[in-house]
């Protein structure tokens, strides 16, 4: 839809000069012509808890549904921990020795933990209608203002209707079907899982339970056996390393290639589901397994779904919830509510969040009212500035239904899943992908939605802590690259060069001193922030171990998912990912390590260990320049292994805010050389690199070279706007996107309110509003022929704020509630 808003002009600021008219509008709904054919074509929906995937058939509708606990397996402890005080002087001498390659091999082989669980499916509702082969005027829609899809069509001269919507305020799904003809609906109600279930049919009702795996491992039985690692795997292999006959099971993963052992042991989460006929003018039935509905001319089903998830160090069954008790509570609150009032709850809850942001960009060629599908192809930023927009509005959505308060936060998938052994598990990858979920959270104005990561971090930071103790004999708590609902933070059973990195936590406290500085809340600093931090400070400062310089340094170390070559003593070139003290490590621990010394300044907590943080970042190893100008990824120069997607040694540009231009010109000209060696004369491309590289460029003020990964990050995506290539979705780049975007329009990192840092040329118009600044300021702005035209700035905390545009710059102080507005000069307008 095309949704008339106030103009920015009459909102806010009365500027003179505004592309945007009255009638101007955000560019928010997804277009179909024709049902979804798979699940990456249909419609996401969701509630941070139940997420949907609507395929808006005729003859049948296909609505996946997950819940965002559903994990095979159960809470262990893990009583085998690697002991790295005795592995560790035997790593860091093959490091000392330069026999990486070894090192990578023996760090899989000694100090990894067992791989984490996978996310799960809950099962798919079918509705399977009679007589509606032959349909026309059909259109499927996703309203992101509304969090709503619609599908429409005629058959047999019968207009029907279906709105679907899942409600966080009462926690249920809606589905509503009209048709414009009484007693026209005739269909039934069914469910399938991947899952064995038991359905019950009753009065108006059906009943569908089951029972999640308690092993689905993203393993083969041929790897794990290959590297000895049976062992972390009792209930499918026995004390001889023997299969046990009973661990038969299999299950394909997403690519349809690799069979993984799936084993029903009675140990894994509970689930259910509910359907409810909530209201109907026909005749329902029960039968075996479904229900069936008669010559109804509307329909309103409510569906309740619920976990016997109790908690990250619970027994799920044991200690499990009562899965049916939670449905009928949830559906008994239900019981006297209309349609209407359902619908208006939702809405308003969903507009709460997502219309506090506006962005519009122009729609010269007017093909806001194309399909998705037709906008996509062929995609230029050029020809369709406002689909960049409707992209932008799409990452906000998507985090706003994957994670809201009290709730899990956004995996791999955010909330969506169809396979029993998803890509990469489906879980929390901790070095990037859970942390570029969270990029746009302050930025965009969705500060509650941060919450359920900082209740992550509460949790796993009291499993890091048992890691931290049992596994290296350190204070303080540590997460590696992977986790999921069960907190597990020991390193995976993978390749050591990619799972032993100590960092994930240490990056993922940048999430909480951000949210401080976005919201100036003490408290939150206080209870929530602090406690988190300094423990990781606690275990790093452990962590790092003196070179031969007197430098500190990470004494065994990765580059995330990357590789080096190196000559080695017999004068052969090999591969390997392990080595000290690499461009990450470092960024990560300065970067906590100053801001856990900020924080204990602010709250005026913790002197001496303050001082000695001090004293240890002044001496952690330097950034390194290499022979070519380039910001070195490793601690030493070694031979370039082609990256497949590596980004991490760009850190200290962004996320971080440890080099800006002005400040540090040669080591942000180092990492710009970096930048434009690895992306060579192709640029371009999709996936969360290329929205780390959107925000990279912003950051260089670069805004041109942003534009082709723009492009592909909108343009390379699957027909329902999800990130990824072939059948694999990762969430991250739709989120990181969205962050993305905001660098290009407004950046504060480096103490000012940039205004139009990087702006395109291809965006010579535009306007938006509701933007977040840190210092808890709201920015707006409106642009015409590539410049600023007008500013307004909201403070919502007392204190001044420097305004940067271009090289004019203007000190303004400020009082909460206080609006300045601000024309081109930067000079007030009143």
Known sequence: MIRKIISFVSLSLGFATVFFTSAAADDVEMRYAKPASGWLEALPLGNGRIG????????????????????????????????????????????????????????????????????????????????????SDYARRLDLSSAVATVRYRAAGVAYTREVFVSHPDNALIIRLKASRGHSLNFSISMTSAHPVTATAGEGELAVAGQLPGVALRRTFDWVEEWGQEWKYPEVWDADGKRRPEATGFAPNANGKERYPVLYNGKGIKFETNIRVHRCDGVVTAGDGELTVRDAGEVVLAVAVASSFNGYDRDPVAEGLDVAALNKTTLARLANRSFAGLRASHVADHRTLFSRVSLQLPDAQKKAGLTTEDRKADYSLASDPSFA??????????????????????????????????????????????????????STNLSECHEPLFSFLREVSVTGGRVAREMYGLPGWVLHHNTSIWRSAWPVDWYGAVSFWPAGGGWLCQHLWKHYLYTKDLRFLRETAYPVMKGAAEFYSGWLREDENGYLVTPVSVSPENAFIYIDEHGQRRSAGISRASTLDMAVIRELFQNTVDAQALLGVDSDFSRTLAARLARLYPYQIGQRGQFLEYYKEFIESPPRHNTSPYYPLYPGDQFTPAKNPELTQAVRTLILSRTGS????????????????????????????????????????????????????????????????????????????????????????????????????????????????????????????????????????????LNAALRRIK
Request: charged share 20%.
């Open 682 to 821: 192709r640029p371009g491309g999709g996936g969360w690199p290329a929205a780390w590289y959107v925000a990279l460029f912003a950051r260089l003020g670069d805004g041109e070279r942003a534009v082709p990964y723009v492009e592909g990050l909108v343009g390379r995506t699957h027909p329902n706007l999800f990130s990824g290539g072939g059948q694999v979705f990762q969430i991250d780049a739709n989120l990181g996107y969205t962050a993305a975007i905001v660098e290009l329009l407004l950046q504060s990192h480096s103490g000012e309110i940039n205004l139009l840092p990087a702006l395109p040329g291809v965006w010579p118009e535009g306007n938006v509003r509701g933007l977040r600044a840190e210092g808890n300021f709201e920015v707006n702005m409106t642009w015409r022929d590539g410049r600023l035209t007008a500013a307004d700035i909201k403070c919502n905390t007392s204190g001044p704020a420097k305004v940067r545009y271009g090289k004019l710059t203007a000190d303004v102080e400020m009082k909460a509630g206080e609006t300045v507005r």
């Open 389 to 442: 927009a409707l992209h932008f509005q799409f990452g906000r959505y998507l985090l706003i239904a994957s994670s809201r308060e009290g709730g899990q936060p956004a995996n791999l998938q955010g909330l969506w899943n169809v396979d029993v052994i998803p890509s990469w598990a489906s879980a929390y990858t901790t070095n990037i992908n859970m942390q570029m979920n969270y990029w746009a959270a302050e």
């Open 52 to 135: 949907a995937m609507v395929f808006g058939g005729v003859a049948e509708e296909r609505i996946i549904l997950n819940e965002a606990t559903l994990y095979s397996g159960e809470y262990s402890i893990y009583d085998s921990l690697p002991d790295m005080t005795r592995h560790l002087d035997i790593l860091s001498g093959m490091v000392e020795n330069g026999d990486y390659a070894d090192a990578d091999e023996y760090a899989t082989r000694h100090v990894t933990g067992p791989a984490v669980p996978c996310y799960q499916p809950l099962g798919d509702i079918l509705l399977r209608f009679r007589g509606h082969d032959d349909a």
